[in-house]
């Protein structure tokens, strides 16, 4: 088990290769990158955001302040991002947690105990955060609190009655780590309340890029990928559009035997097969009208080699040509039928880091500019965790942190459990 005083694995590896120029900086390399200028003298609101994805490469942590003035989604504030660090998966745990998205053996008592050891890599990664902030003149005891997403290993809402969502987390011991409180258990409250529970994060990316005159979406590429739509002064959307990374990086994995494809060069060097194409699109889920939500739960190997039966003689290069060409074809057919007069897509996320995924997007949306969301302030990488940091201070303040139009819960929820530091 990790030590919580310092992350002893590597930074979560980058996606980019050594000519990108999004290459992913190091753990050790204080990023101090302004996601907005900060105005005003209003007094300083830090929050760290901490989130562990369906990619399942590691963690990734922000400390950023919320103290800005709002100026156009509910009350939120717009950040100053000020330190980020990120802390890679063993090979081992990452194995644990792909099987406990599934039923086995002792899976209670092995849960149990995967959430103490993210909890313990979650503390690392603050303490990393913490070590940045002291150059700033930022303490512990400055931090209001962690929001701490957790590790999701089953998505079933509105199954068997309510349904449930299920993120491994012990933020109790968390909080007792770190000396700082901790928000957790953010999606059971839209749950609850006939949601989705899923996508959270269009509510951040509102707060941050929508604009009264400017029609534009954010696609989140994790393990699964989500979109958000921002039409110019109207009502934000987002759902999950499907498989983001996770089938890509399986493939990759069990034929190449990286953790995932470099910059989409194996998937560059392949052939897009239309055929399995097809009969990949066809799945009910990219029919469904949101809103909606998946996860591994459905986009999982045994899902992929099940579509696979009559293609075995294609070259695995083709198929994750395919797949990549499946991520972004969702993607973009979402775009086009709920928000066709976009002309911007932000992208996020390590599939943000895929040039072979993005050159795919932006042949399916000739009339649309693709690029990351570095472009406006915020690296890729560094958006989700954003955002929960953005939900904690939203618990705090009371505020509801989802959107009912993206997971069509009852009404407006606040967000969270809050566990205290002693």
């Given at each position: 088990m990790l030590c919580a005083a310092s992350c002893k694995?590597?930074?979560?590896?980058?996606?980019?290769?050594p000519n990108s120029l999004q290459q992913r900086p190091s753990r050790s390399e204080p990023q101090g990158s302004v996601c907005i200028t900060k105005t005003g003298n209003a007094m300083p609101e830090y929050y760290i955001g901490l989130m562990s994805g369906t990619s399942l490469?590691?963690?990734?942590?922000?400390l950023a302040d919320f103290s800005s003035p709002p100026e156009h989604f509910s009350s939120a504030s717009k950040p100053m991002v000020l330190a980020s660090a990120s802390c890679g998966f063993e090979a081992r745990f990452k194995q644990e947690l792909l099987a406990l998205n599934s039923p086995g053996q002792d899976e209670?008592?092995?849960?149990?105990?995967?959430?103490?050891?993210?909890?313990?890599?979650?503390?690392?990664?603050?303490?990393?955060?913490?070590?940045?902030?002291r150059a700033l003149g930022i303490l512990r005891a400055d931090i209001v609190a962690v929001g701490a997403h957790g590790q999701t290993v089953r998505h079933r809402p509105q199954e068997?009655?309510?349904?449930?969502?299920?993120?491994?987390?012990?933020?109790?011991?968390?909080?007792?780590?770190?000396?700082?409180d901790v928000v957790a258990d953010f999606r059971n409250a839209d749950v609850a309340a006939g949601g989705q529970g899923a996508p959270l994060v269009p509510a951040f990316p509102a707060a941050l890029w929508g604009q009264a005159n400017r029609t534009r979406a954010v696609l989140n590429v994790g393990g699964i990928s989500n979109i958000t739509l921002l039409p110019a002064g109207g009502s934000v959307q987002g759902f999950d559009c499907g498989p983001g990374n996770?089938?890509?990086?399986?493939?990759?994995?069990?034929?190449?035997?990286?953790?995932?494809?470099?910059e989409g060069a194996w998937a560059a060097s392949g052939r897009v097969h239309e055929p399995?194409?097809?009969?990949?699109?066809?799945?009910?889920?990219?029919?469904?009208?949101p809103p909606k939500s998946t996860g591994r739960d459905l986009f999982n190997p045994s899902w992929l080699n099940a579509q696979l039966e009559g293609f075995n003689t294609l070259a695995p290069q083709d198929v994750q040509a395919s797949l990549t060409a499946l991520t972004a074809l969702a993607c973009a057919r979402d775009l086009r039928h709920y928000l066709p007069q976009a002309d911007e897509l932000l992208v996020c996320g390590g599939g943000a880091l895929n040039a072979e995924l993005l050159h795919q997007l932006a042949l399916a949306l000739p009339a649309v500019q693709v690029r990351s969301?570095?472009?406006?302030?915020?690296?890729?990488?560094?958006?989700?965790?954003?955002a929960f940091a953005w939900l904690a201070q939203a618990f705090i303040k009371k505020r509801p942190g989802n959107l009912v139009a993206v997971t069509g819960a009852r009404g407006p929820r606040v967000l969270g459990a809050l566990y205290r530091a002693a």
């Open positions: 694995l590597p930074p979560r590896s980058a996606r980019a290769g490469d590691g963690v990734d942590g922000v209670l008592h092995r849960a149990a105990m995967a959430a103490n050891q993210l909890a313990e890599i979650y503390a690392s990664v603050v303490e990393d955060l913490l070590e940045q902030s068997f009655g309510t349904g449930y969502t299920l993120q491994l987390n012990n933020p109790a011991l968390l909080a007792e780590r770190g000396g700082i996770a089938l890509m990086d399986y493939w990759c994995m069990r034929h190449t035997g990286s953790a995932y494809d470099s399995l194409l097809a009969r990949l699109i066809a799945t009910p889920y990219f029919a469904r009208v969301t570095q472009f406006h302030g915020l690296p890729p990488l560094q958006v989700e965790a954003a």
